[in-house]
């Protein structure tokens, strides 16, 4: 079954219809290999349907994310910037300086979720991880500042 399929039930399971508006939500997220926050979908979605609204897509996120078709990743520790992307395993890393963020993958977190499956016996769904620090080019502009 396709994301689209998927996302068109999902809509369903939650009371609601797949509109061409829902699609489109549905097709910008299918479509980006990144992370976007609302904002970023509602300012896409207007460029090809300006009559749409902030109200329908975070209606549509909310039922997406439900059904599971889509995680809330957070970009930082403090929890202030957050993006939809489909479900998988992809983290991101925020540099303190200049902000970039980086996305990243890694074998330890399904590791992670197995160890606290059995310790605690529960079912971890879902894993946020928020890693923060100085990149590569940020570590070397502090050092030459130190100097």
């Known amino acids: 079954m396709s994301f689209?399929?998927?996302?068109?039930?999902?809509?369903?399971?939650?009371?609601g219809r797949m509109t061409p508006q829902r699609q489109?939500?549905?097709?910008?997220?299918?479509?980006?290999?990144?992370?976007l926050d609302a904002d970023a979908v509602y300012q896409r979605a207007r460029q090809r349907d300006p009559s749409i609204n902030l109200a329908t897509v975070y209606r549509t996120l909310t039922a997406l994310e439900t059904a599971g078709l889509i995680h809330q990743r957070?970009?930082?520790?403090d929890r202030d910037r957050r993006v939809y992307e489909l479900?998988?395993?992809v983290y991101y890393f925020t540099c303190r300086?200049?902000?970039r963020v980086t996305p990243f993958q890694s074998p330890l977190v399904s590791l992670l979720k197995?160890?606290?499956e059995q310790q605690l016996h529960v079912q971890a769904v879902q894993i946020c991880i928020c890693a923060d620090g100085l990149c590569p080019a940020c570590q070397q502009a502090e050092s030459e500042?130190?100097?």
């Open 145 to 147: 500042e130190l100097d």
């Open 4 to 15: 689209l399929e998927q996302a068109t039930q999902a809509i369903r399971d939650a009371g």
């Open 87 to 89: 479900a998988g395993e």
């Open 97 to 99: 300086r200049c902000r």
């Open 114 to 116: 197995q160890e606290l």
């Open 74 to 77: 957070h970009l930082a520790r």
């Open 24 to 35: 489109l939500i549905v097709e910008i997220l299918a479509s980006t290999t990144e992370g």
